[in-house]
C-alpha cells in the first residue's frame, strides 16, 4: 500500500470514511479514474457511470477538448477578480448570451449551483424591492439557507429551521395554487423546469408558460432553476426552451465546466444592470473555469450532442418502458426529457441501486442516482451511446428479474 506525505494509506484500505465529514451516504466503492462514460475503482472494476458526478461530467471523463483547455489556462492565468476584465470571462459570458432566451443580457459568474440560487434570490428582491419568494413543493435548489429556504422537501429543510422568512410553497404544476400566491409582495417565483430530487417530474408547458405570465402581471421575477436541467441535458440547451420561456433569471451550474466548479445567472433585461457592491464571488468568473466552460459550450455545437441528447433520450426511455411493461409489480412509470430520466418503482429504490452498481448476473455495473425514496435516476455523460445505454437497460432488467425472484 502506498503512503502519502500526509502519512494517509492510499488503495483499498485508506480511511476516508474516518476523516470525512459524514455527510455523505457512502456507497462502498473508491472511485479513481475515469475515461469516456467509465469509471474504475481501486481494485480495477470499471463501471458504466450514468450518475456522471450528479449530471455534472457531461462530456464524461478525460475529454480531449475539455483536458487542453484546462491545461492551457493553467498556464496562462488561473484567477482574476472581478474587479479586472479578463478575456476568456469576456468570451464565456457573451457565449452565454448567445445561447439564451431572448432577453438575456448579462451574466453573474459564480462557483456552484446553490450559490446561482442564493444571487438570483438576491437580486429580485433588490430589484422588486419586495420580500416574497414562491416556490414549489418538492423542490430542490441548494443546500446553503438561502436556496435551502426555497428548497420544497422537508428532509432538507426542517433541521436547519427557522430559514429565510417570506417564502410560500405551492404544490407543483398546479396553475391555480399559484396564481393565489403570486401578489403584490412577491419578489419572484423559482421554479425548476423538471423537478431533480424531487422526482424527475416534469412540469406542464402551460404550467411553466402560466407561471412567467404571472410573474409579468404582478411584478415579480421568474427564476428558472437550471442547475440540473441546463446545458443540454434535455435535449434543448435550457429546458424552458421546451415550453418557450423568457425567464427573468435563469440559475446553472452542474455541467457548465464540465466537471470544474461554476455557477452562473443569467440575467434579462428586468432585472438589468445591478448596484456595485450588491454581490460578489472572490472565485467565480476564475479563467480556468471560463476555459473549461468554453471548451464545453463549443464541444456540445461541434459534436451536436444537444440533439443527440434529444434522440437518445427518447430511444433510452422507450426501452426503459418496456422494461416497466414486464415487471409491473415492481416498476411504475418512466419520467423525464432528454437524458434525465427517472423510473418510478412501487418500493424502495435502494436495493436497485445496490444491484444495479454490483452488475447482477453478470450484468454491466451501473452506477445510478436516487431521486427521492421511489425514483431511480439516470443522468448520464451526453456523449453516451447507444450501445452503453442499452447495456444500461439490460443491467436494469436483470436486477429487476433478480429483485423479483428474490
Same mark, same amino acid.
Given at each position: 500500500?502506498?503512503?502519502?506525505?500526509?502519512?494517509?494509506?492510499?488503495?483499498?484500505?485508506?480511511? =476516508?470514511?474516518?476523516?470525512?465529514?459524514?455527510?455523505?451516504?457512502?456507497?462502498?466503492?473508491? @472511485?479513481?479514474?475515469?475515461?469516456?462514460?467509465?469509471?474504475?475503482?481501486?481494485?480495477?472494476?470499471?463501471?458504466?457511470?450514468?450518475?456522471?458526478?450528479?449530471?455534472?461530467?457531461?462530456?464524461?471523463?478525460?475529454?480531449?477538448?475539455?483536458?487542453?483547455?484546462?491545461?492551457?489556462?493553467?498556464?496562462?492565468?488561473?484567477?482574476?477578480?472581478?474587479?479586472?476584465?479578463?478575456?476568456?470571462?469576456?468570451?464565456?459570458?457573451?457565449?452565454?448570451?448567445?445561447?439564451?432566451?431572448?432577453?438575456?443580457?448579462?451574466?453573474?459568474?459564480?462557483?456552484?449551483?446553490?450559490?446561482?440560487?442564493?444571487?438570483?434570490?438576491?437580486?429580485?428582491?433588490?430589484?422588486?424591492?419586495?420580500?416574497?419568494?414562491?416556490?414549489?413543493?418538492?423542490?430542490?435548489?441548494?443546500?446553503?439557507?438561502?436556496?435551502?429556504?426555497?428548497?420544497?422537501?422537508?428532509?432538507?429543510?426542517?433541521?436547519?429551521?427557522?430559514?429565510?422568512?417570506?417564502?410560500?410553497?405551492?404544490?407543483?404544476? !398546479?396553475?391555480?395554487?399559484?396564481?393565489?400566491? %403570486?401578489?403584490?409582495?412577491?419578489?419572484?417565483?423559482?421554479?425548476?423546469?423538471?423537478?431533480?430530487?424531487?422526482?424527475?417530474?416534469?412540469?406542464?408547458?402551460?404550467?411553466?408558460?402560466?407561471?412567467?405570465?404571472?410573474?409579468?402581471?404582478?411584478?415579480?421575477?421568474?427564476?428558472?432553476?437550471? %442547475?440540473? *436541467?441546463?446545458?443540454?441535458?434535455?435535449?434543448?440547451?435550457?429546458?424552458?426552451?421546451?415550453?418557450?420561456?423568457?425567464?427573468?433569471? %435563469?440559475?446553472?451550474?452542474?455541467?457548465?465546466?464540465?466537471g470544474v466548479p461554476m455557477g452562473a445567472v443569467l440575467i434579462g433585461e428586468r432585472v438589468g444592470r445591478l448596484?456595485?457592491?450588491?454581490?460578489?464571488? *472572490?472565485?467565480?468568473?476564475?479563467?480556468?473555469?471560463?476555459?473549461?466552460?468554453?471548451?464545453?459550450?463549443?464541444?456540445?455545437?461541434?459534436?451536436?450532442?444537444?440533439?443527440?441528447?434529444?434522440?437518445?433520450?427518447?430511444?433510452?426511455?422507450?426501452?426503459?418502458?418496456?422494461?416497466?411493461?414486464?415487471?409491473?409489480? @415492481?416498476?411504475?412509470?418512466?419520467?423525464?426529457?432528454?437524458?434525465?430520466?427517472?423510473?418510478?418503482?412501487?418500493?424502495?429504490?435502494?436495493?436497485?441501486?445496490?444491484?444495479?452498481?454490483?452488475?447482477?448476473?453478470?450484468?454491466?455495473?451501473?452506477?445510478?442516482?436516487?431521486?427521492?425514496?421511489?425514483?431511480?435516476?439516470?443522468?448520464?455523460?451526453?456523449?453516451?451511446?447507444?450501445?452503453?445505454?442499452?447495456? %444500461?437497460?439490460? =443491467? @436494469?432488467?436483470?436486477?429487476?428479474?433478480?429483485?423479483?425472484? !428474490?
Amino acid at each position: 500500500m502506498r503512503q502519502r506525505g500526509n502519512g494517509y494509506a492510499v488503495g483499498p484500505g485508506h480511511r =476516508a470514511a474516518e476523516l470525512a465529514s459524514g455527510v455523505y451516504p457512502q456507497r462502498g466503492i473508491t @472511485l479513481v479514474r475515469g475515461e469516456d462514460v467509465w469509471v474504475w475503482d481501486d481494485t480495477g472494476r470499471a463501471y458504466l457511470d450514468c450518475l456522471a458526478g450528479h449530471g455534472v461530467a457531461i462530456l464524461g471523463h478525460g475529454h480531449p477538448a475539455l483536458v487542453a483547455a484546462i491545461a492551457e489556462q493553467a498556464e496562462r492565468l488561473i484567477t482574476c477578480p472581478g474587479t479586472f476584465a479578463n478575456d476568456v470571462r469576456t468570451r464565456l459570458m457573451a457565449a452565454l448570451i448567445r445561447r439564451a432566451p431572448p432577453g438575456i443580457e448579462r451574466v453573474f459568474l459564480c462557483n456552484s449551483g446553490a450559490e446561482a440560487v442564493e444571487a438570483a434570490l438576491k437580486f429580485a428582491r433588490l430589484r422588486t424591492g419586495r420580500p416574497g419568494i414562491v416556490a414549489a413543493r418538492g423542490s430542490f435548489h441548494g443546500r446553503t439557507l438561502g436556496a435551502l429556504s426555497v428548497t420544497g422537501r422537508r428532509v432538507y429543510r426542517e433541521p436547519f429551521e427557522p430559514l429565510l422568512p417570506g417564502v410560500t410553497f405551492v404544490p407543483y404544476n !398546479d396553475s391555480a395554487a399559484l396564481e393565489a400566491a %403570486v401578489d403584490e409582495g412577491t419578489a419572484a417565483v423559482i421554479l425548476e423546469p423538471i423537478q431533480g430530487e424531487g422526482g424527475v417530474r416534469p412540469g406542464d408547458d402551460a404550467y411553466l408558460r402560466r407561471a412567467e405570465a404571472l410573474c409579468r402581471e404582478r411584478g415579480a421575477l421568474f427564476i428558472l432553476d437550471e %442547475v440540473q *436541467t441546463g446545458m443540454g441535458r434535455t435535449g434543448r440547451f435550457l429546458a424552458g426552451e421546451h415550453a418557450g420561456l423568457r425567464p427573468d433569471l %435563469v440559475c446553472l451550474a452542474k455541467g457548465l465546466a464540465g466537471g470544474v466548479p461554476m455557477g452562473a445567472v443569467l440575467i434579462g433585461e428586468r432585472v438589468g444592470r445591478l448596484p456595485p457592491l450588491s454581490h460578489g464571488s *472572490t472565485f467565480g468568473g476564475n479563467p480556468l473555469a471560463c476555459a473549461a466552460a468554453l471548451a464545453t459550450l463549443e464541444t456540445l455545437e461541434q459534436e451536436d450532442l444537444v440533439a443527440r441528447a434529444d434522440r437518445l433520450g427518447r430511444w433510452f426511455q422507450g426501452a426503459l418502458r418496456q422494461v416497466v411493461a414486464d415487471y409491473p409489480a @415492481l416498476l411504475r412509470e418512466v419520467r423525464g426529457r432528454g437524458l434525465m430520466v427517472g423510473v418510478v418503482l412501487r418500493r424502495r429504490v435502494t436495493p436497485l441501486l445496490r444491484a444495479l452498481q454490483e452488475g447482477v448476473d453478470g450484468a454491466t455495473p451501473v452506477l445510478a442516482l436516487p431521486a427521492g425514496k421511489t425514483v431511480l435516476r439516470f443522468l448520464p455523460p451526453l456523449i453516451v451511446g447507444q450501445g452503453e445505454l442499452a447495456q %444500461v437497460v439490460e =443491467a @436494469l432488467r436483470r436486477a429487476c428479474a433478480r429483485m423479483t425472484a !428474490d
